[in-house]
């Protein structure tokens, strides 16, 4: 198993930014994804950025583009998200995951989550 520990949550104003960081730890494969993932409530915990391994292509999700960006350290093992021109709407716990194949879109492909950060934007 992979090991996932988010830090860098808060409470920010409408407009400003936020870093959100996930150690990683554990075994990765030779081609995987991490994502951050956001809980939507009645729906679940919906996908806001993803980064692909080894290639490192990046997803976002329409809400992220142009505001998130998402990064990988290798040295580091850190997976960060940038976050600007935050809005009430962001505010939510936000997860890291791992999934060992391609980039999937929904959280049942990601078999190892960090217990979440809480972000509050007002």
């Known amino acids: 198993h992979v090991q996932l520990v988010e830090s860098g949550g808060g409470s920010v104003q409408a407009g400003g930014s936020l870093t959100l960081s996930c150690a990683v730890s554990?075994?990765?494969?030779?081609?995987?994804?991490l994502a951050w993932f956001r809980q939507t409530p009645g729906i679940g915990r919906t996908q806001v950025a993803a980064?692909?391994?080894?290639?490192?292509?990046?997803y976002y999700s329409d809400s992220a583009k142009g505001r998130f960006t998402i990064s990988r350290d290798n040295v580091r093992n850190t997976l960060t998200l940038q976050m600007n021109s935050l809005k009430v709407e962001d505010t939510s716990m936000y997860y890291c995951?791992?999934?060992?194949?391609?980039?999937?879109?929904?959280?049942?492909?990601?078999?190892?989550w960090g217990r979440g950060t809480q972000v509050t934007v007002s």
């Open positions: 995951a791992y999934d060992s194949g391609a980039c999937g879109e929904f959280e049942r492909y990601f078999i190892d």
């Open positions: 980064i692909a391994s080894p290639h490192g292509y990046k």
């Open positions: 554990g075994t990765l494969g030779s081609g995987y994804c």
